[in-house]
């Protein structure tokens, strides 16, 4: 077991209805350190029925946790934000163990998660309605937001804290009750934050935290008439499966899936400033998140200085286990990850790529790769075609604004982009013109818990995050008051 200062945070069962239970079968997965293949502990492997009793408590629950008041939610999510906060180093231990970031990003996450539970405890009590000046003087009409009711989370492994954090903050704020089922490779970093829950005061059964096969979860959770909305993040394919299951029973559905997000740098950039905004975006998370740089778009003029610089600045990142000191890149999270990074590298190179630093896996090992940069790019290499979900950064080189917008479309996806350009002009024109839910402009990292995060296209469905991020949680209800 890793060494926490609360033990009481590691947690190796399911949190339903308020109690910690094992899998009556007795079944459990194991989940493993990513940076060394050792055992990190085991959660239960919970069958379909145990599931729909999971769901039968948050059904439960739902009538007394929507009936306080908003000010009497906002209070217990504050006190899960506090705790969450008060307990960041153990919670980064605990998901460093599981994911392999470095410990700097996983405290950087928790905060992140954490800041989730506060905006949202302070959005609880801004839940307006509406009144519309009625067609008839003897009616008056007013339009109520309710809580959707029993929802369902399923989240990936990138983000263990924070993708959580961002579903279940909303839905406690609105008033629903939810059961989150974490990646299979993540799920004790989701037991920590039950855990906190309890301490918070989140009553049983309204954050119910069940591990174990994501296809029995999943179809039990989509074809359950009782649970009102799902939200995924995780790949298009499987949002699209969801998507379809949740089809029978017409739930609403928040999905934030797969990205493409393109970089772009123009000749009038601070390429200072595009350098370190291309090292954010493309390596944090060793390149594992929907919003990496996926393909960097360089115009001839400043295309040889901007990959000079960029691959001086990638062969300083240190790699290695995520809780040594300086390390600014972890594993990657398997086997299949590392593999679908030789392979992308593999085409490009075959198809006239040249490689620019890395390329190959790191001498640590296991699955450590070296970050890698490939110059001379072309847009309908794997490596730019397909999210890489790697430390791989392909540069393609463009001529003209147009060019680099029509690139930059070119995708199925439309969750993230960037580019880089101080001409006034050339700021809005490409803004407007990016089919993307996210821009950042002179910016590599524009996650933040106050702004509408998602994607359009195949990216997804819904924001989450902001004032908006509220209303995934809410249905609207008019009144029609007539006899006045
Ligand atoms: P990633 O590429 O990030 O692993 P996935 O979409 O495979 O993305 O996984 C994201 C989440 O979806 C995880 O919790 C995973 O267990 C879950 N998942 C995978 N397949 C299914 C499925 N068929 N039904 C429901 N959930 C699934």
Redesign the pocket.
């Given at each position: 077991m890793i060494a926490l200062n609360d033990t009481g945070l590691f947690r190796q069962q399911a949190w339903i209805d308020g109690k910690w239970t094992d899998a009556r079968s007795g079944k459990t997965i194991a989940v493993t350190n990513p940076a060394d293949g050792s055992s990190v502990g085991t959660v239960p492997a919970v069958s379909a029925q145990e599931v729909r009793q999971t769901i039968d408590a948050a059904d439960r629950a739902l009538p007394a946790w929507r009936r306080r008041t908003a000010k009497e939610r906002s209070e217990v999510l504050h006190r899960w934000y506090r705790l969450m906060m008060d307990h960041q180093e153990d919670l980064a231990a605990v998901l460093t163990s599981e994911q392999g970031k470095p410990l700097a990003e996983a405290r950087g996450e928790i905060a992140f998660a954490a800041s989730f539970m506060q905006w949202f405890a302070e959005e609880a009590k801004r839940v307006y309605g509406d009144t519309i000046p009625a067609t008839s003087a003897d009616q008056r009409i007013i339009v109520l937001r309710q809580p959707v009711g029993v929802c369902a989370a399923?989240?990936?492994?990138?983000f263990p804290a924070a993708m959580i954090a961002r579903k279940a903050a909303p839905a406690l704020a609105a008033g629903c009750t939810i059961v989150v089922?974490?990646?299979?490779q993540t799920p004790l970093t989701a037991l920590a934050l039950a855990e906190l829950s309890q301490r918070a005061g989140v009553p049983a059964g309204v954050f119910n935290v069940i591990t174990g096969s994501?296809?029995i979860?999943?179809?039990e959770l989509t074809a359950s008439p009782i649970v009102r909305k799902l939200s995924?993040?995780?790949?298009t394919?499987?949002?699209r499966?969801?998507m379809a299951q949740s089809g029978a029973t017409i739930k609403k559905v928040s999905l934030e899936l797969g990205g493409n997000a393109p970089f772009i740098v123009f000749d009038d950039a601070d390429l200072d400033q595009a350098v370190q905004g291309a090292m954010v975006s493309k390596y944090r998370n060793t390149g594992q998140t929907c919003v990496c740089a996926n393909r960097i778009f360089v115009q001839d003029g400043v295309y040889d200085d901007f990959s000079r610089r960029f691959v001086a600045e990638v062969q300083k990142l240190k790699v290695g286990r995520g809780v040594d000191p300086g390390v600014q890149q972890g594993p990657l999270i398997d086997d299949s990850a590392l593999a679908k990074v030789s392979r992308h590298i593999d085409d490009a190179l075959s198809r006239g790529a040249t490689l620019l630093t890395g390329g190959k896996p790191h001498a640590l090992g296991g699955t450590f790769f070296q970050p890698t940069v490939l110059g001379d790019v072309d847009a309908d290499m794997d490596v730019a075609a397909d999210e890489t979900?790697g430390p791989v950064a392909p540069l393609i080189r463009f001529s003209s604004e147009a060019d680099a917008i029509r690139m930059a479309n070119d995708t199925p996806y439309g969750l993230a982009a960037y580019f880089y350009a101080r001409d006034f002009g050339r700021i809005f024109r490409v803004s407007e013109a990016l089919e993307f839910g996210m821009v950042g402009i002179n910016a590599g990292l524009i996650s933040t818990e106050v702004a509408p995060f998602g994607g359009i296209k195949q990216s997804g469905i819904g924001r989450e995050g902001s004032r908006y991020g509220m209303e995934e949680y809410l249905e609207m209800k008019y009144l029609c008051l007539a006899g006045i």
């Open positions: 399923i989240t990936p492994w990138n089922k974490p990646a299979s994501a296809g979860i999943g179809g995924f993040t995780g790949s394919e499987v949002g499966t969801l979900f």
